[in-house]
């Protein structure tokens, strides 16, 4: 069998692999933030579909992404744009 493979901040992952958070997160609507926390003891979150980490710091891409409103999750900007975006 053939698998796929995407890039995500350069690791390449098998689609199978993430097919199933993508297909969670094509249903939920998201807004594109800086990752702020939401407590004095949560100081990051974790991108839900290729675990990239999201935190207060001076690098663009560890510090934008998009939140979930509802449920507080967060993905990473890269994996919106590859994964999301375009279902939008
Ligand atoms: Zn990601």
């Known amino acids: ?3 796929n493979f995407v890039f995500i901040h350069g690791d390449e992952w098998k689609k199978s692999d993430v097919a199933e958070q993508i297909e969670w997160a094509i249903t939920k609507s998201w807004v594109k933030e800086k990752w702020n926390t ?5 100081d ?3 991108c839900e579909i290729c675990g990239w980490k999201l935190y207060q710091c001076d690098d663009p ?3 934008v992404g ?18 999301i975006r375009e279902t939008k």
């Open 61 to 63: 891409v560890h510090v």
């Open 38 to 42: 939401v407590s004095e003891n949560w």
């Open 66 to 83: 998009y939140c979930n409103i509802e449920s507080n999750n967060w993905i990473c900007t890269e994996c919106y744009g590859q994964f």
């Open 44 to 46: 990051h979150d974790h």
């Open 1 to 3: 069998m053939m698998e």
